[in-house]
C-alpha cells in the first residue's frame, strides 16, 4: 500500500518568504506527527495531531510555525518570514492507535533550503 | 537535555561479523524504545521495537535488548550485510506519543 508521502521533496526559499510543506499521510492513520531534523542530528519533534485535533505543538520553535490538518487527513506546516536557521528536513510521520505498539511511518521528508 | 544519547557517532564492521549499536536514554517514563534505519534523501524507515516490559525482541538478524535499570539499549545485527550500512536511530516514547530521538549512528559494513 501507499506509505506517507511529503512535497514538495525540495525548497530553496528566500529569507522572509513563507513557506507550506505538505503531508499525505497513511490512509487510515489516526495520529500524524511533524517532525524537523538539522544536519547530522536526530529527528525533533515539532506537533501531533490525532485526527483534525492538534494535541501538542510544544515543539515548534516558534509563532512563525503553523500547522493544520483541517480534515484528519492531508497535513500542512507552514514557516512565515524564513530565516536561514529553518533550513533543515522536516519529516512527517503517521500512526494509528497505539497499543500495543507506537510505530510511527514517515515520509521521505521535505529538504528545505533558506538563502 | 538529550533524553536520548547515541555516544558512537560511527562503527564500521566487516561483512559477517556482529554489528552493536548502543543507546542510553535518561527519561524513566519511557515506555516503548524503537529503532530505525535511515538511508541518504530518504525517512527513517521502522526495524524493530521493544516495550519497556520486555527485555529482548529478536526479528531475524535484528535482535534488540533493553536493560531498564541501567537505562540502556541496544541493537545486534547478525550477520552484517553491506545493505545494512545505513544511519541508525533509537527512539523513546511514553504512551505513544511524540518520539525523542538520538543522534544517530552511522553503520559502515564492509565486504
Known amino acids: 500500500g501507499a506509505g506517507v508521502s511529503q512535497s514538495p521533496r525540495y525548497k530553496v526559499a528566500k529569507r522572509g518568504q513563507d513557506v507550506a510543506l505538505r503531508c499525505d499521510p497513511i490512509?487510515?492513520?489516526?495520529?500524524l506527527f511533524w517532525y524537523q531534523q538539522a544536519l547530522g542530528q536526530g529527528p525533533e519533534f515539532l506537533t501531533y495531531?490525532?485526527?483534525?485535533?492538534?494535541?501538542?505543538k510544544s515543539g515548534l520553535p516558534s509563532d512563525r510555525f503553523f500547522a493544520e490538518r483541517p480534515e484528519g487527513s492531508v497535513s500542512t506546516l507552514k514557516i512565515q518570514r524564513t530565516q536561514q536557521e529553518d533550513s533543515a528536513v522536516y519529516l512527517c510521520?503517521?500512526?494509528?492507535?497505539?497499543?500495543?505498539?507506537?510505530?510511527?511511518?514517515f515520509g521521505p521528508g521535505t529538504r528545505l533550503t533558506v538563502t | 537535555d538529550q533524553q536520548v544519547k547515541q555516544n558512537s557517532p560511527s562503527l564500521s564492521v566487516q561483512e559477517g561479523r556482529i554489528s552493536i549499536l548502543n543507546c542510553d536514554y535518561t527519561?524513566?517514563?519511557?515506555?516503548?524504545f524503537l529503532w530505525y534505519k535511515k538511508y541518504p534523501a530518504e525517512g527513517p524507515t521502522f526495524l524493530i521495537s521493544?516495550?519497556?516490559?520486555?527485555d529482548k525482541n529478536e526479528d531475524g538478524r535484528f535482535t534488540v535488548f533493553l536493560n531498564k535499570s541501567a537505562k540502556h539499549l541496544s541493537l545486534h545485527i547478525v550477520p552484517s550485510q553491506p545493505g545494512d550500512s545505513a544511519v541508525y536511530f533509537c527512539?523513546?516514547?511514553?504512551?505513544?506519543?511524540?518520539?525523542?530521538f538520538g543522534g544517530g549512528t552511522r553503520l559502515m559494513v564492509k565486504p
Open positions: 510521520a503517521s500512526s494509528t492507535e497505539g497499543v500495543p505498539t507506537y510505530e510511527q511511518y
Open positions: 490512509s487510515g492513520h489516526v495520529s
Open positions: 495531531f490525532q485526527n483534525e485535533a492538534q494535541l501538542d
Open positions: 527519561n524513566s517514563m519511557f515506555d516503548y
Open positions: 521493544i516495550s519497556s516490559i520486555k
Open positions: 527512539a523513546a516514547t511514553q504512551a505513544g506519543n511524540m518520539l525523542t
